[in-house]
């Protein structure tokens, strides 16, 4: 039988998890966690305390924890580009970063159209080395997450920097907040979670889908994926059979490509995001509000 930490509403959601598995607590100490990314190359996983303004390191090799970088720049959101370069989604800095094989820090984006960005939050690459981030006001709401300030822009969208030239291009422009966003393992579908409850009265709580051009520049009309159940979805990742582990209330939500709620991760503390790692890709790690914690799954995230 499975697991006690798990909740099953799909037989489909059996041939993912391991019987025997469990969510293992890493480290615990946070004020909020978030943005978790594997570097494979030093078999290390970062993650943001964004409060606390600092960027902590958890080694796979012996289990210990330190402090990566802080201040940090209230960051948020990490990926790795197809280089192995980390990329970062900054709220104080209100720009998104990446950091050079040197250790230098190079900002890729601070301003649309002459305007400062709001507060960067989540990020992904596409195969075409593009980097498609959201950018909700979080992180000038207050001095909490970063600095208290007005939104020059006036809007919350998804963006997409272009590779080549470095331009910013506004690629969804009808959310209220979005936050998490991935792609499908093919890249036809762009998913992005409107937490936009947070901010409106019976705002939106739900995950929209965006099929992407053929070109790869822009996407159509989004769709209603999901709704969630338990407060606001967060940050996800897509695993290789085209699943989404989303954070949620509640912990991880898997929802099948075609928007069915496969199960659940039942986690003690609200789940902010998600990523996958290890040797093998198939351990999820999972930022819930105070801690760090993982667990092996039967399946495993997208290669990069």
Known sequence: MPASDFEIFD?????????????DKLFTGCRWSEG???VPAGRYLLWSDIPNDRVMRWDETDGSVSVFEQPAWNANGHTLDRQGRVL??????RAVTRREHDGSRKVLADHFEGQRLNSPNDLVVKSDDSIWFTDPTYGIDS??????????????????????????????????????????PDERWLYVVDTGFTHVADGPRLLRRYEVAADGLSVGNGQVF??????????LRADVQGNLWVGAGDGVHCLAPDGTLLGKIRVPEVVANVCFGGPKRNRLFICGTTSLYSIYLKTQGLPR
Do not use: K, W
């Open 11 to 23: 037989p489909r959601f059996t041939s993912m998890i391991v019987g025997n598995a469990h969510v």
């Open 36 to 38: 978790p990314v594997y």
């Open 88 to 93: 970062s989604c900054e709220h104080r800095g």
């Open 143 to 184: 001095d909490y997450e970063g600095d208290a300030a007005v939104s020059e822009i006036g809007a919350s969208n998804v963006y997409r920097i272009d590779p080549q030239t470095g331009a910013v291009t506004a690629v969804v422009q009808d959310m209220v907040r979005p936050n998490g966003l991935a792609f499908s």
């Open 226 to 235: 999901a709704t969630c159940s338990a407060r606001l979805f967060d940050g």
